[in-house]
């Protein structure tokens, strides 16, 4: 199994970035499409962006043209580069597989982003 180590978060305040990454231990990460995820207290987690093998990205819309998805298949990592940061973008974030069932245990820890003045 691939396993996904989240970092990056942190305290900011609204308008603010951050950049969070995404470690995997296994070069076969490259061939999948991965995904950044969060969840806010009391809410689901919910899809946040995509990039697959090749590059092609998708958003949410509520992130759209303030988050970017990338990666770097040589070095197993993705990436979430996050401006505009709203109070509302406070969750704790998570990257994984998209697009495919993902077992309970194929979750990390996350990465605690919390956006406030």
């Known amino acids: 199994q691939v396993q996904l180590v989240e970092s990056g978060g942190g305290l900011v305040q609204p308008g603010g970035s951050l950049r969070l990454s995404c470690a995997a231990s296994?070069?076969?990460?490259?061939?999948?499409?991965m995904g950044w995820y969060r969840q806010a207290p009391g809410k689901q987690r919910e899809w946040v962006a995509d990039?697959?093998?090749?590059?092609?990205?998708n958003y949410a819309d509520s992130v759209k043209g303030r988050f970017t998805i990338s990666r770097d298949n040589a070095k197993n990592m993705v990436y979430l580069q996050m401006n505009s940061l709203k109070p509302e973008d406070t969750a704790i974030y998570y990257c994984n597989r998209f697009g495919v069932p993902m077992p309970s245990d194929s979750w990390g820890q996350g990465t605690q982003v919390t956006v406030s003045s």
């Open positions: 990039i697959t093998s090749g590059g092609t990205t």
């Open positions: 296994r070069s076969i990460f490259s061939i999948y499409t």
